[in-house]
């Protein structure tokens, strides 16, 4: 009955987990399982991690830390988006760790753990180049003076690259080191700089933990480079309605798109408001090399015609037979040549924005699940 179907390969998660940590030298490996795992699903991507050997999971919410800490009761879990005033409570009820990015945020956690009189665990962020969140380094060469870290466990040391998939960026080095400046003050505690991209940097800034994300889920760490990743995300649209249309009709909203000459057009039950990007749109003529979306059906790239609706996607099929294509029949919509890398630079945003933006409305199918 769904419009689109989105087949999702835990044992290929698993199989880039275990990828990941043996390139990281002996790191342990985290999973980043933030945006409902990449949109694969929390309540299914976790246990799959779990059951490989992870023991540590990142995200970036506390109502995310909680979804998993019920698929995961032994894990270790830390919520990268910072402590918001007045939940430190919920953070001691479900087992949680604040990722703790100001002074202000150090207090409040200390506070709450002197008034429970037990030291809690929790990681401290510190801003190598971001600026984002985290304490800045000059605020981190302090710590080593500051009381509130008597008073809880500081479990995780961490910052975040801005540039590692640029492997010959000059600003890696930058932050390697002032992490490491940071860290030597505030010896015996362990570490984490690399996300996926880092992993592979050849400084191998590994540290005591990495926090893969992006590459767990198919995404390439290494845009220069084929990928390593195996691919864990399919996505099927199913086939409404074909139709010919005539020489110098337009297709779609705004008519930004002409036909020059007669031309099939698939119509396929998918839009926007099931994650797909209104940017992938095709507007211009038919013929024309535009960087917009393509599906493949009948094993042939398709490209889109006119923009992308709420709820349907127009692609020209002139150029198959026929017989090939028939309405009840689906189109790869990601899958094969269409990575979610190449899916992204289509629609002129990244990977990373395609998987966090699938949509609830696909019928999804898990292989690989463990029992």
């Known amino acids: 009955m769904a419009g689109g179907l ?76 910072g402590l918001f005033p007045g939940t430190p409570p919920a953070y001691l009820e479900h087992g949680l760790r604040p990722v703790l990015g100001s002074f202000e945020e150090i207090e409040e956690w200390a ?67 002032a992490f490491k400046a940071v860290r030597e003050t505030l010896p015996g505690i362990s570490a984490s700089l690399a996300n996926s991209s880092g992993i592979f940097l050849k400084e191998k800034p ?34 409404v309605q074909l139709r010919w249309v005539e020489e110098d009709d337009t297709v779609g909203y705004n008519a930004r ?23 992938a749109s095709a507007r211009g003529r038919s013929g024309e090399e535009l960087l917009a979306g393509q599906v493949l059906i009948a094993g042939r790239p398709c490209p889109f015609a006119g923009n992308v609706s709420m709820d349907l996607i127009t692609v020209d099929v002139t150029e198959i037979p026929e017989r090939n294509v028939k309405r009840g029949d689906t189109a790869t919509v990601i899958g094969g040549a269409l990575t979610v890398d190449e899916v992204g630079r289509r629609a002129g945003t990244i990977g990373y924005e395609i998987l966090t933006s699938l949509g609830r409305r696909y019928a999804r199918t898990y292989r690989g699940r463990q029992a």
């Open 6 to 81: 989105l087949h999702i390969d835990l044992s290929a998660l698993a199989s880039n987990w275990r990828t990941l940590r043996d390139a990281a030298g002996g790191a342990q490996a985290a999973a980043v399982v933030k945006a409902d795992a990449y949109g694969t699903g929390i309540e299914q991507a976790v246990p799959a991690l779990a059951q490989a050997g992870c023991h540590t999971f990142f995200v970036a919410h506390l109502s995310e830390a909680i979804r998993v800490r019920v698929v995961a009761p032994g894990a270790t879990i830390y919520v990268l988006n």
């Open 111 to 177: 506070a709450f753990c002197r008034a429970q009189g037990q030291k809690h665990a929790a990681a401290i962020h510190v801003d190598t180049g971001m600026n984002r969140l985290g304490l800045t380094v000059p605020q981190g060469l302090t710590l080593k003076d500051r009381t509130e870290l008597n008073d809880f466990e500081t479990a995780l040391l961490m910052s975040h690259f801005v540039s590692a998939e640029e492997s010959g960026n000059p600003i890696n080095l930058r932050q390697i080191e």
């Open 206 to 239: 590994h540290f005591d933990l990495v926090r893969p994300g992006y590459a767990l889920y198919g995404g390439n760490p290494l845009p220069d480079q084929d990928n390593p990743m195996r691919p864990v995300v399919g996505l099927e649209a199913r086939i």
């Open 257 to 279: 798109w002409l036909a020059l000459g007669r031309r099939r057009i698939a119509t396929l039950s998918i839009g926007y408001a099931d994650g797909y990007p209104r940017s």
